[in-house]
């Protein structure tokens, strides 16, 4: 009467935990390089609540909803996940396995992070017709973004 560990628990972990314990370890391969910037927050019923720290996240990320929703379904099967929805944080989300210290590097000594705009932006932008409005809210845009 050998038994493997994985078959002991199945029988002692009910069902609707498992597919939850399935999803958290799937989710940087769900949302790939989106990992940094969104994570699950919590499971309610069948909604799942995504964390991010920016409304301009919780938007980018609420078009990638339906994407991100197949993937789920692919992994734990249809209809677990009836409904996605964001909570948005003040700090931003961290990505599996990073530290969550930041003491030790004061601000002056951080590198500049780039800021690139999405390609919804650059297309929004490329859209108008003043070249120097363009380059206004560009500018605009890319300060907003240093200081999330």
Known sequence: MNKNIADILQNIIPNDVTWKLKLLRAWP??????????????????????????????????????????????????????????????????PIGASSSRSAQSLHSRQPTPYAMTTVETAKLEALQDDQLKQVLRDYLLRTKARM
């Not at 990638?64 to 692919?74: F, R, S, V």
């Open 29 to 94: 391969e769900i949302v790939g390089k989106l990992a940094e910037r969104v994570t699950i927050f919590t499971i309610e019923d069948d909604r799942l609540i995504l964390q991010t720290s920016h409304p301009a996240w919780a938007q980018e990320l609420s078009f990638l909803a339906p994407l991100i929703h197949e993937k789920i379904d692919a992994l734990i099967g249809p209809q677990i996940i009836r409904a996605i929805s964001f909570k948005i944080t003040n700090r931003r989300a961290a």
